[in-house]
């Protein structure tokens, strides 16, 4: 629990860092609006599948990052979204270790 609340920390960070540089670039308020998540399928009572949906959602969040650079014509930006991705690769290899002894971050 405490390694995901750490990872946590880590996303709101990088959300924060994200709706300002999007306030900061249009010059007004971001519009983002909340995610709605449907995580009934989700054992909370089983750590294997918290973990397994967890190392989906970095495992996404990886990809995503990977994806968008192209679309990142702001060199600063272009940075930290690799810093950024990078992080979001961490997260994957320290949840995939939680699965896996001994595999990635094991």
Avoid: C, M
């Avoid at 920390?9 to 909340?34: C, Q």
């Avoid at 399928?41 to 968008?68: H, I, M, P, Q, R």
């Amino acid at each position: 629990q405490a390694i995901l609340r750490d990872l946590a920390k880590h996303e709101a960070i990088h959300r924060d860092f994200f709706r300002a540089a999007i306030t900061a670039a249009a010059g007004a308020p971001a519009l983002i609006p909340d995610l709605t998540v449907d995580f009934s399928s989700v054992n909370f009572g089983s750590k294997a599948s918290v973990l397994a949906t967890a190392l989906t959602f970095e495992d996404l969040g990886v990809s995503a990052y990977n994806g968008a650079g192209r679309y990142i014509s702001n060199d600063a930006y272009l940075t930290i979204a690799g810093k950024i991705v990078s992080v979001e690769a961490r997260h994957a290899s320290v949840i995939a270790g939680l699965i896996t002894a001994n595999s990635i971050a094991g």
